[in-house]
């Protein structure tokens, strides 16, 4: 029973233009939900979190939108640069507990 | 600031051994988690602990065993390891889980 779910295994976006990830979720229980990227034989790193009780969240060239009445959330870059291809993972966080994705491979050409 | 230290990085066991992975980390951190990822499957937690002497399991915790006897500390022991436990496991702690994990290197496990 997958509870947070990524769709896109994959996305492909011009260097310049706009990257759009999508999550969704089935448990209206979570309280935050986060964004990691993971480089190849690295471990995952954080990038940016959103409160249930908020709809928006940025830092820098990073935005995430919550709408919960569709148990949905995004993750916007913009302007996508080369180095941002990596995976994306989508997570929420319930108690004290981090149920994640499976995460979409960016891939932004130069 | 060594941040989160996973050892070894990459592992080879026969069915049937048991192992620990070490996990430490430096940040005076409350949280900390194991996750186990599989292709297609993103990651997967295996158990995490709040604190010193609390552990509990998540989603995947049968053929695993913790124990947090310091803050620094959280070793993943293998009891018997199967060819299903290959994977690439991670270790990671936090202050609060909705303020992010930081996440060691991983540790790469074959079951042959």
């Known amino acids: 029973d997958q509870q947070v779910k990524q769709n896109s295994p994959s996305l492909s976006v011009q260097e310049g233009r706009i990257s759009i990830l999508n999550c969704d979720y089935t448990n209206s229980m979570f309280d935050y939900f986060l964004w990691y990227k993971k480089y190849p034989a690295e471990g995952p790193t954080f990038l940016i979190s959103?409160?249930?009780?908020?709809d928006k969240n940025e830092d820098g060239r990073f935005t995430v939108f919550l709408n919960k009445s569709a148990k949905h959330l995004s993750l916007h870059i913009v302007p996508s640069q080369p180095g941002d291809s990596a995976v994306y993972f989508c997570?929420?966080?319930?108690?004290?507990?981090?149920?994640f994705g499976a995460g979409t491979i960016l891939r932004v050409k130069s | 600031n060594a941040g989160v230290t996973q050892t070894p990085k990459f592992q080879v066991l026969k069915t049937g051994q048991s192992m620990t992975l070490q996990c430490a980390q430096d940040?005076?951190?409350?949280?900390m988690s194991w996750y186990r990822q599989d292709p297609g499957m993103g990651l997967r937690l295996i158990h995490y602990?709040?604190?010193?002497?609390?552990?509990d399991q998540g989603e995947v915790p049968n053929g695993y065993n913790v124990s947090r006897s310091t803050t620094e500390d959280f070793p993943l022991r293998l009891l018997s390891a199967a060819p299903s436990q290959t994977s690439v496991y991670f270790c990671?702690?936090?202050?609060?889980?909705?303020?992010?994990?930081?996440f060691g290197s991983g540790t790469r496990l074959t079951v042959v």
């Open positions: 940040m005076n951190h409350e949280y």
């Open positions: 990671a702690s936090s202050y609060l889980p909705e303020y992010g994990y930081t």
């Open positions: 602990s709040v604190g010193a002497g609390i552990t």
């Open positions: 959103i409160s249930s009780i908020k």
């Open positions: 997570a929420a966080s319930v108690g004290n507990k981090l149920v």
